[in-house]
């Protein structure tokens, strides 16, 4: 059968066309041919990831710590009305539908929401305290750019700590802690106190970057995965797809998975993939031991454990052997730690299947990932949707 790359992209709106390789095949002879048209299909498919650069930025930038996604939903919203149904809900959840009376429900999920921090405190000299919001190592915040959304506007502001110079004893040998830090605007109290209140929120100040076919930023956990949902749903919105798919911009995962949950509960999907994170395993200190075989390059990561759905996987691998798509596999045997734990439970039991890209530097403001496991990620859950049969056995008997 064809390798068929139904998503040829530009920057908005539907595929324009299908490429398959097939006639070329019959035209070629030797391998020199048939890597060519290897080669081929790989620009095809990296192409839909280039043109829409400008929309992955636009997300990265968006301010959006958990339970303050407004700015990332709109951004992904603006990107999915041209090609599917948009909705949203009053938790933050954003939705993009195609065939909404087709075949099966199939959600695709991934989380818009950032690690933030949230003001606690205004202090008479103009400092601001604050709270974490989502799992930060505080080891990274000191001398950083925020930006907070105050309520009297957007004020970018830096991470102050006590210099080196005057640390004494075991202070200098002391992991630094949220409480040891603070927010520095160049405000003296009063114009503090009227510029900013006690539950405003920000994150770090960082530019994307891109190195080579690597990008980095804040916020790649998980608006990549919030991206790759979406352009999927892009290339099954101009493929013939069978089933009725929703792309889900969850809130709230950083605290709790909390959106995913609530969007569970409001679809009643039948299946649902969740695109999330894990470690890149060739930077030093990460064990292969612990997390799987997924350096830069290895392409998508499946987990398997009692969260995921063994049929469903199953299907999974079995696609991505059939088209030379790149799959590692990694073993979680209770938790996953991303809203496939809450999908799971969620109503009487959605079946799962959970898709990690490689991430360097997880939960800091200068994340890094490979783009060529994005464009894989993608082109696996597009095939995935399309071999999906109508009546498939959910059944663990």
Known sequence: MAKVYPYVYGSRGAAERQVSLEPLRFAASGTLLLEMLRALAGWVSMMGVMQNMDFLKKLLTAVAPSGHETRAARVWADEARGFSSVTSDSF??????????????????????????????????????????????????PGQRVRLLAHGGDLIGVVGRKPAHLLEGDE????????????????DEPAAKQQIRVGDVGVLEQPVLE??????SKALDNRLGAFIVLEALRGLSAATCLHAV?????????IGSFGAGVSAF???PRLAIVVDVTHETSQPGVKETDVGITPFGSGANISVGAFTHPKLNALMLEVAAKHAIKLSVSAY?????????????????????????PLRYMHSPSEMADLGDVRVVIDLIVQFCLALPGDFDFSRL
Request: charged share 20%.
């Open 246 to 254: 929703t792309a889900v911009g969850a809130a709230q995962e950083e």
């Open 172 to 187: 200098r040998d002391k992991a630094v802690k949220l409480e040891d830090i603070w927010l520095d605007f160049g405000l």
């Open 211 to 216: 190195l080579g076919d690597r990008i980095v």
């Open 266 to 268: 409001a679809l009643e």
């Open 92 to 141: 933050g959840n954003v939705f993009a539908a195609i065939n909404p009376d087709r075949g099966l429900s199939v959600m695709l999920c991934g989380h818009l929401d950032e690690i933030g921090l949230m003001v606690s405190h205004i202090g008479d000299k103009g400092f601001v305290h604050i709270k974490g919001i989502g799992g930060w190592d505080a080891q990274v915040l």
């Open 333 to 357: 045997p209770s938790v996953t730690g991303t809203d496939t734990d809450r999908l799971a439970i969620a109503r009487s039991g959605i079946p799962c299947v959970l898709l990690s890209i």
